[in-house]
């Protein structure tokens, strides 16, 4: 809620990613001062259009006409044994680097943000199961 609150407040003439990129490193500025870190994914519409900014291990989808796409990248080490650990995130190091996509929204199209722990826990089966039930 804050950052939308502080992303409405910030100067129209500020792009969207520019818009987002002050905010988030105050943020992880805020974080990495208190020691503590998390993960984002972050959206921003406007009309079809929009703009995703993401680090951590959120994910980000797509889910048109039963495919479901994920866009966003898991920011942490690809060895076995280490998958739980991040390598991005806010708060982690003095600076953070964002993941931004933009994109047009088709027809009967919808994005889907969900955490580690619900993308774990289900899978992406599992995920399109239930959104084909709705």
Request: with cysteine; glycine share 8%.
């Amino acid at each position: 809620q804050a950052l939308a609150l502080d992303y409405y407040a910030t100067p129209e003439t500020w792009g969207v990613a520019q818009s987002l990129d002050r905010l988030l490193l105050a943020q992880n500025r805020w974080l990495l001062a208190n020691g503590l870190l998390t993960t984002l994914s972050a959206l921003v519409l406007r009309g079809r259009r929009f703009t995703l900014a993401h680090v951590g291990d959120c994910r980000a989808y797509r889910w048109q006409a039963g495919t479901l796409k994920r866009i966003s990248e898991d920011h942490v080490w690809e060895q076995a044994d280490m998958q739980h650990v991040l390598k991005r995130a806010l708060g982690l190091d003095q600076y953070v680097v964002m993941d931004y996509l933009d994109g047009e929204l088709c027809e009967g199209e919808r994005l889907l943000l969900v955490s580690d722990g619900v993308w774990a826990t289900l899978g992406d089966a599992s995920i399109r199961s239930i959104l084909t039930e709705q």
